[in-house]
């Protein structure tokens, strides 16, 4: 018998899987909010100092942004780096160039970071001196 609240093995899985390939993210996240920046609560509406977690740019398309901050600005945070990850595959190459180019056409700048950027601290130090400090 399953006690109410406890996982199964299968979900288990799931949610470590999901962690391994979210960790970039939520380390972007916890580097941002050290830096005194927060989760904003209305995506269309943001502030400086505000981010918005997988923001879905595009009205028909469900394609999201890692990140997404004031003045159509957006970070995607890309792993697989080395390990033949969807990023840098055939198909998931050319799937990422439809939807920035997209979002390049709509206004959006995109800053893309892979993990190693992340973990080094030089994604959130690029788009201090070269983006938000303008």
């Known amino acids: 018998m399953q006690i109410e609240n406890e996982m199964t093995p299968e979900e288990a899985v799931k949610l470590e899987k999901k962690l391994k390939r979210e960790k970039w993210e939520i380390m972007f996240a916890q580097l941002l909010e050290a ?3 927060y989760p904003g609560e209305d995506p269309d509406l943001l502030m400086a100092g505000e981010y918005v977690r997988e923001y879905r740019f595009h009205p028909v398309r469900r394609w999201r942004f890692d990140f997404a901050f004031e003045g159509k600005i957006a970070a995607e945070i890309e ?9 840098t595959r055939g198909s ?3 799937k990422d160039c439809e939807k920035y180019n997209t979002a390049a056409a709509m206004g959006w700048r995109v800053f893309r970071f892979p993990g190693e950027m992340v973990k080094d601290g030089s994604a959130i130090a690029f788009l201090e001196s070269e983006v938000w400090n303008e």
């Open 35 to 37: 830096k005194g920046f």
């Open 79 to 87: 792993g697989g780096t080395y390990s033949r990850g969807r990023h």
């Open 92 to 94: 998931g190459f050319i």
